[in-house]
């Protein structure tokens, strides 16, 4: 059965790795499947078709046959639990791997998202040079544990696994901002995933699929 991804028709980022459609297609690359995309419109995501399978609005999903899936993290989860290379045999190491992946959609992740949001939807809003600082520290300060946990180990728990691609996945949103540079470790773990051919694969295909659209134009 065929796999089919959506991802923006344009993306906002201009096909840089940002968007989260690129961590689903790290892993269906990590895990050697083919797949498809479908290009999606800003106005598209809000029509039925589309709402019909991501309730929100959103990108990315994910069709394979009957089944239907919405939210990175649960499509990387599938993907990684169907097929080899993402998730450890052992059950406990395995059981490790998924904590990650929730610590990084959860714990970590929030506050950067925030960060983009006050910086480029409040941006203009006379409190945002005030609140900007505050969403920075707290960004740092899990960073700082984050850092202590990974120390002087290539990947957070033993070998890669889907932990550490959804971990990279939301640490690379970090680079605009330049606080992932005050953690050398955690620099050099993002740029560790991004030299995985997987990961290499992917982003060629997301920036090559923004740049043919956009020179279509």
Not at 50 to 56: G, Q, T
Not at 163 to 171: A, F, I, P, T
């Amino acid at each position: 059965m065929t796999i089919t991804i959506t991802a923006f028709e344009r993306s906002p980022d201009g096909g840089m790795g940002l968007a989260r459609d690129t961590r689903v297609r790290w892993a269906l690359e990590e895990a050697g499947l083919a797949y498809e995309v479908r290009p999606v419109s800003l106005a598209a995501m809000k029509q039925p078709a589309h709402m019909a399978l991501h309730p929100f609005g959103q990108i990315p999903t994910y069709e394979e046959g009957d089944l239907a899936l919405f939210e990175s993290g649960a499509i990387i989860f599938h993907i990684a639990s169907q097929h080899a290379g993402l998730l450890p045999d052992d059950a406990n190491a395995r059981a490790r791997a998924i904590t990650w992946m929730f610590a990084a959609l959860n714990t970590v992740e929030p506050p950067i998202l925030e960060l983009v949001t006050a910086k480029f939807q409040e941006g203009d809003k006379p409190w945002s040079k005030e609140r900007m600082p505050l969403i920075a520290e707290r960004i740092r300060h899990r960073l700082h544990q984050l850092s202590a946990r990974l120390g002087d180990d290539e990947w957070l728990d033993g070998a890669f696994s889907a932990g550490d691609l959804v971990m990279v996945s939301v640490l690379l949103r970090l680079r605009p901002s330049g606080i992932l540079n005050e953690f050398p470790s955690l620099a050099a773990y993002v740029a560790r995933g991004e030299a995985r051919p997987a990961y290499q694969r992917a982003f060629a295909a997301q920036l090559a699929f923004n740049t043919t659209r956009s020179t279509a134009d």
